[in-house]
């Protein structure tokens, strides 16, 4: 059974810091491109980051690009993502995403069930 389980979310005061976790399981987790999305109240589910299933290149959303930092342990099937100077406007469910392309389609595309993070004085 495919599971993403995400945690490290919470409350934190602006310009606080959060290292958000997903980890994986029932799937080869090394071969699968790994991803941060999030969705604020009334708005569409975004991309954050992104890192490919052997690591190396990321990519990040412009909005959070030299504030966090995403990275995977393949040993430990898990992905995480650290957020720092954080910002109100980063008030959103987070949600992690794996997804396997196979020739050129996406094949496989899991997601979790979310976890919260709230930036507030």
């Known amino acids: 059974q495919v599971q993403l389980v995400e945690s490290g979310g919470g409350l934190v005061q602006p310009g606080g810091s959060l290292r958000l976790s997903c980890k994986a399981s029932?799937?080869?987790?090394?071969?699968?491109?790994m991803s941060w999305y999030r969705q604020a109240p009334g708005k569409e589910r975004e991309l954050v980051a992104e890192v490919p299933s052997a690591g190396g290149r990321t990519n990040y959303a412009d909005s959070v690009k030299g504030r966090c930092t995403i990275s995977r342990d393949n040993a430990k099937n898990t992905m995480y993502l650290r957020m720092n100077s954080l910002k109100p406007d980063d008030t959103a469910i987070y949600y992690c995403?794996?997804?396997?392309?196979?020739?050129?389609?996406?094949?496989?595309?899991?997601w979790g069930q979310g976890t919260q993070v709230t930036v507030s004085s």
């Open positions: 995403n794996a997804r396997r392309w196979v020739s050129g389609i996406v094949r496989y595309d899991y």
């Open positions: 029932g799937f080869t987790f090394s071969t699968y491109a």
